[in-house]
């Protein structure tokens, strides 16, 4: 066992054993459900605080300008281990489902207006990887929520100080698009002379690929010829927001379609490990609505909320919106413009 070399621990004192399982409330005579009940919260709670540091791990890597780049494989390695969590958090909703609604009644009550909604480490992930306040049901800021709670007492300054701490800095989503605005596309190195003209025509190169994608045989329906111009303008308007071309989307679009260009690799390990934690995290979502579901039906939240209403829309939030709208304008690979300056990404035309 680690730990200060200095000392001799024993397992018990180490892991401050005594006082962690002192923090139950069986002081109070609550039931096993109960126990349960608060058990299952506390140890997502432990995870939580795990999120938090893995993630600022991230964040803090990919803030830098340039990147360095042996740092990518660890910050790969840190989300590789949140994915892990919220995983194994999403599989923990099955223990509590051991509570019957009847069980789950029979103390409900005593929480009084408490809930999983004043989780201040999940507002803090939240915030911490980039989560809009525009994007979340009804526009709430949650942070807002935390003032009123320190004005009535109910909360610590320190946790609203945290939270605002974090809000001030940059995001893990925004730190990783400013990163991935800077890639290399077609040989051509971000604020190089001559890199807007490169970047531009491999947009359009793509953009006309996948115009052809969306030609559809004359005599399809209207509707899904109004569907697929509708898909060929989304692309248009994804690759160049208000008539400019976003280096960040077009970055993006080219790690996506040329995987294979070993140069890429680690980028692309990155923006898998990313989409592959966002997954998760929209799972782990999904089964917290489906186990209250089951457990307390549709009635409305101890926090106030509509319950698994308000829950099934936290798990349509997308922090990452550009990592999931690429995977809709990408063609296939005999269409992708062809690669110019092939060796810049460590690949030539004998290996
Ligand atoms: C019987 C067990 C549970 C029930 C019935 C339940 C129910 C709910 C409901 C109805 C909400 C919506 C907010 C509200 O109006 O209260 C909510 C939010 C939340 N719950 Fe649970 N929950 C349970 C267990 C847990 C556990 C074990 C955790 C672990 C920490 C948890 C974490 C959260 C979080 C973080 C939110 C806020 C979600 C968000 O705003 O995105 N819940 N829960």
């Not at 990887?129 to 003032?147: Q, V």
């Not at 990163?179 to 190195?189: H, K």
């Not at 063609?331 to 810049?344: G, I, T, Y």
């Amino acid at each position: 066992m680690t730990g200060d070399v200095n000392r001799n621990w024993t397992y018990s004192e180490y892991l401050n054993l005594r006082e962690l399982l002192e923090l139950q409330g069986e002081e109070r005579g609550i039931s096993s459900d109960e126990m349960h009940f608060i058990i299952v919260h506390q140890t997502f709670e432990l995870w939580f605080k795990q999120i938090i540091r893995e993630l600022t791990e991230v964040r803090n890597i990919l803030c830098q300008v340039p990147v360095p780049e042996d740092q990518i494989p660890v910050a790969v390695d840190h989300l590789g281990r949140t994915t892990e969590i919220f995983r194994l958090m999403a599989n923990q909703w099955t223990v509590l489902e051991t509570l019957t609604p009847q069980g789950f009644l029979a103390f409900r009550d005593g929480l009084g207006t408490a809930s999983g909604f004043e989780s201040y480490q999940m507002r803090e992930f939240e915030i911490l990887l980039g989560l809009e306040n525009s994007d979340r049901f009804g526009g709430i800021d949650p942070l807002d929520s935390f003032r009123k709670m320190v004005d009535k007492g109910e909360a610590k300054r320190e946790i609203l100080e945290r939270l605002e701490n974090t809000e001030s800095m940059p995001s893990l989503a925004e730190s990783l698009m400013n990163w991935i605005a800077r890639t290399p596309i077609m040989g051509s190195i971000y604020g190089s002379k001559g890199d807007d003209d490169v970047v531009s025509e491999y947009v359009e190169r793509h953009l006309q690929a996948h115009g052809k994608m969306c030609d559809i045989p004359p005599h399809s329906s209207e509707k899904m010829k109004a569907r697929m111009m509708s898909a060929h303008e989304g692309a248009v308007s994804f690759l160049k927001p208000g008539g400019e071309i976003s280096r960040s989307r077009a970055g993006l679009l080219f790690i996506e379609s040329y995987r294979e260009l070993p140069l890429l690799t680690w980028p692309r390990k990155l923006v898998d490990a990313i989409v592959e934690l966002e997954e998760s995290m929209v799972k782990w979502r999904h089964s917290h609505a489906r186990m209250v579901e089951r457990i307390m039906g549709r009635r409305i939240g101890t926090g106030g909320t509509s319950g698994v209403d308000y829950l099934d829309a936290t798990s349509r939030y997308r922090v990452f919106k550009d990592l999931w709208s690429v995977r809709t304008i990408l063609v296939k690979p005999q269409s992708r413009p062809e690669l110019r300056n092939a060796d810049f990404y460590g690949y030539n035309s004998s290996n």
